[in-house]
């Protein structure tokens, strides 16, 4: 009877023992897939943040292509209808502008790279009317002189400058964001293998325990009705 109670109470330990690793594993694996999905969540919201910053300032130096264009072809022909894509491009750059500064709201080096880049093309902007105004009203050589000054030239050298540091930031902050997912990535597969561990530490138990006890038992009996 003694006998049975012990392999009793040997079973329910064994239960629990069995139990143990895979409800460890289980809560374990649940906690860091839940984190997984957060970090996974925010870091595609950020990743489409930085596209998104991206195409802002493509849709900036778009504009100001336009503006070269149009200003370029009235110079050379004096012809009115050359300025379309110039008064499109005008009137365009503010709105994305706007937008641009609102997507990057929350990085402080980001707004004051787009404060200098809204002031040099507001700047490049002044020097291209300008030229239009001279080529209306004295003709091509008056407004080719200005051009030839290279002060727009300076301008889209400092535009270019703070557009390419403003893309290099943003590239940098798309690679950190998508290292921390695959880092939370490989916790996961971690986790995983850890999960597969404890249950196979579980069965391990499971099999091989209850054959250790009873042999134990056994030998145990063996002994104690071997006479001395």
């Known amino acids: 009877m003694a006998a049975r109670r012990a392999f009793r109470r040997l079973f329910s330990w064994l239960t629990v023992l069995t139990a143990l690793p895979v409800i460890l594993a289980v809560l374990f694996g649940g906690n860091i897939t839940y984190r997984y999905n957060l970090v996974l969540t925010e870091t595609r919201q950020m990743v489409g943040h930085s596209l998104e910053a991206s195409a802002g300032i493509d849709d900036l130096m778009l504009d100001l292509e336009d503006l070269e264009t149009g200003q370029r072809g ?5 012809e009115e ?20 500064q609102k997507l990057i709201g929350d990085n402080e080096s980001q ?83 850890i999960g597969i561990a404890l249950s196979l530490l579980g069965r391990v138990v499971a099999v091989f325990v209850p054959g ?3 042999r134990w038992s056994r030998l145990r009996r063996h002994r104690s009705s071997t006479p001395a």
């Open 74 to 78: 009235y110079l050379i022909t004096g």
């Open 81 to 100: 209808d050359y300025l379309q894509p110039f008064q499109s491009a005008r009137r365009r750059f503010e709105s994305d502008l706007a937008s641009l």
């Open 111 to 193: 707004i004051a790279s787009t404060d200098r880049i809204a002031a040099l093309m507001r700047a490049k902007l002044d020097e291209l009317e300008a030229t239009i105004r001279v080529r209306r009203e004295q003709g091509f050589a008056a407004a080719q002189a200005i051009v030839a000054s290279n002060l727009g030239k300076d301008t889209m050298d400092r535009l270019r400058e703070e557009v390419g540091a403003m893309r290099t930031r943003e590239s940098s902050l798309m690679t950190a964001r998508t290292a921390r997912m695959r880092d939370t990535e490989n916790l996961v597969v971690l986790v995983v293998a």
């Open 212 to 214: 250790w006890w009873r």
